[in-house]
T-cell receptor, first 113, second 114 residues
Framework: QKEVEQNSGPLSVPEGAIASLNCTYS??????FFWYRQYSGKSPELIMS????GDKEDGRFTAQLNKASQYVSLLIRDSQPSDSATYLC?????????????FGAGTRLFVKA | ETGVTQSPTHLIKTRGQQVTLRCSSQ?????VSWYQQALGQGPQFIFQ???????GRGNFPPRFSGLQFPNYSSELNVNALELDDSALYLC?????????????FGSGTQLSVL
């Protein structure tokens, strides 16, 4: 069974620091990778996507992909208390039963003011 | 706001009952996926519908079934409810793209089974 794994945390960082969130995936054929943010009591929202090896930056967010190591990460620079949420790594796969996007369990991030 | 609407927002049922959850997809999207999210867990894929046909299914028993309508809205039906079915049920719409599927979620239905 294809899997996506994340450290569940919680990860606690001070305001202004860099938060680093990590994700590994089992399907070597995966071609696209997504990060969703989920605030407590809310539904997930897409914040980043990455398709090629290397870094992709969007504002304070940087996604990093290493397909050889089957590893994707999300860096949040200048972390703010409003960044406190659960961050979900998601990977579309073709598995038994057909096509689907699978999610990791999520990493809880706390940014202390 | 994503434009994906789900109803109802909360629901309380008893074990053995049946439930129907509804989802209206975002304009321009032709695919709907349903997920179950238990407290403290990531979303678990239930199934996906594209053009009114089931396009993929996760490891859920047959008592979880669905429909998609010509306007791309969708229903999730769960028969013979069990206590473990208590969870947040999320609907996500997308444009079918097997490689770069970006999901847009509704606000979810919180189901409690007593």
């Amino acid at each position: 069974q294809k899997e996506v794994e994340q450290n569940s945390g919680p990860l606690s960082v001070p305001e202004g620091a860099i938060a680093s969130l990590n994700c590994t995936y089992s399907d070597r054929g995966s071609q696209s990778f997504f990060w969703y943010r989920q605030y407590s009591g809310k539904s997930p929202e897409l914040i980043m996507s990455i398709y090629s090896n290397g870094d992709k930056e969007d504002g304070r967010f940087t996604a990093q992909l290493n397909k050889a190591s089957q590893y994707v990460s999300l860096l949040i620079r200048d972390s703010q208390p409003s960044d406190s949420a659960t961050y979900l790594c998601a990977v579309p796969v073709l598995d038994t039963g057909g096509f689907k996007t699978i999610f990791g369990a999520g990493t809880r991030l706390f940014v202390k003011a | 706001e994503t434009g994906v609407t789900q109803s109802p927002t909360h629901l309380i049922k008893t074990r053995g009952q049946q439930v129907t959850l509804r989802c209206s997809s975002q304009s321009g999207h032709n695919t709907v996926s349903w997920y179950q999210q238990a407290l403290g867990q990531g979303p678990q894929f239930i199934f996906q519908y594209y053009r009114e046909e089931e396009n993929g299914r996760g490891n859920f028993p047959p008592r979880f079934s669905g429909l998609q309508f010509p306007n791309y809205s969708s229903e999730l039906n769960v028969n013979a409810l069990e206590l473990d079915d208590s969870a947040l049920y999320l609907c996500a719409s997308s444009s079918l793209d097997r490689v770069k599927e970006k999901l847009f979620f509704g606000s979810g239905t919180q189901l409690s089974v007593l």
